[in-house]
């Protein structure tokens, strides 16, 4: 019997799910931690579940007309994403990315045939920091690209068919672990990992803990915004609330340091064989702050987000 795929889109989800045993160790750590190999997804990113969600979501409702354009703002894992999906189902993509991020996103969106619009940073902004204020000139220029093109705008920040498309994902880390699951923390960008993996493993088990984790001094749901910071875990920490991640299924928040994130990022590939990203290392080092602290000796579940591919420009791995 045959077991091949005729589309790229059927390889996305079905990730592994990873007990980190040797890193927990070697930090002395008392308890769990479970990670999500999200960066095992084709285009190396957990966001591969949204782009082909929201895409289908859209079809299936007639938002999104056979052979109109797709566009989207991203700081870029959203952004490949949304490239292979249109690659494969054959929509024209336009995407809006801040140059402050970097730029092997940009190399892959084109290598799928997306089209790539870099915004300026607003002044005195630091590259390969990407704040709320560069967000939100990103969205400028979206929302005048849209007019001109007629495209249809994903707009995964309010789109709550982001987070509905991560609630498989967690049924499938809820199963992996034999329901062992007792924590959940998760790095904030658009709160749509965070916002599908805790209302699905709350409706599983009502009793799970689920923490956000934002970069220090741009903590939203930490309460803890330092005017003027900014950090260098790319792909989130916008420092304002996201409707798909309802503070209702906030039970704390845990900020990272950019030190911590890439310390953690490098300690994965070196004791777990994890080629990760910064918001990968920085929910491994919300994990570990959890065991040390209130959640000693419980099961924590993370998600690894994306490919340390991607950041091979940036102080990480550069």
Request: hydrophobic share 40%; net charge negative; with cysteine.
């Amino acid at each position: 019997m045959s077991s091949y795929i005729t589309c790229i889109t059927e390889a996305i989800g079905n990730t592994p799910l990873m007990h980190l045993s040797r890193i927990a160790a070697d930090m002395g750590l008392e308890g769990r931690v479970f990670a999500k190999l999200e960066h095992l997804n084709p285009s190396f990113s957990k966001k591969d579940r949204i782009a082909l969600g929201m895409i289908e979501l859209a079809e299936k409702s007639g938002q999104l007309k056979p052979g109109q354009p797709v566009i989207e703002m991203t700081s870029g894992n959203t952004g490949t994403g949304v490239a292979l999906v249109c690659s494969a189902k054959g929509y024209r993509f336009i995407c809006v990315m801040s140059r402050g991020n970097s730029i092997e996103r940009v190399r892959m969106i084109e290598a799928f045939g997306g089209e790539v619009v870099l915004v300026d940073q607003a002044p005195g902004a630091v590259k390969g920091k990407v704040s709320g204020e560069d967000l939100e000139l990103v969205e400028i220029e979206t929302l005048r690209l849209i007019k001109e093109t007629g495209a249809f705008y994903l707009n995964q920040f309010n789109n709550l068919d982001n987070g509905r498309s991560q609630e498989r994902a967690a049924t499938e880390m809820w199963e992996q672990s034999g329901g062992e699951i007792e924590v959940f923390a998760d790095y904030i960008g658009t709160g749509g990992t965070f916002g599908g993996y805790a209302g699905a493993l709350k409706r599983l088990s009502p009793g799970i803990r689920c923490y956000a984790v934002e970069p220090y001094g741009c903590a939203f749901y930490g309460d803890e915004i330092i005017e003027g910071e900014s950090h260098g875990i790319q792909g989130g920490g916008y420092a304002r609330e996201m409707p798909n991640a309802s503070p209702a299924l906030v039970d704390g928040a845990v900020t990272v340091t950019d030190a911590e994130a890439v310390e953690m990022t490098r300690l994965l590939a070196k004791k777990e064989g994890i080629f990760a990203g910064f918001s990968s290392g920085a929910n491994f080092m919300a994990a570990a702050k959890l065991l040390r602290g209130g959640e000693k000796g419980k099961t924590i579940g993370i998600v690894m987000n994306d490919c340390g591919l991607k950041y091979m420009s940036t102080p990480l791995w550069g």
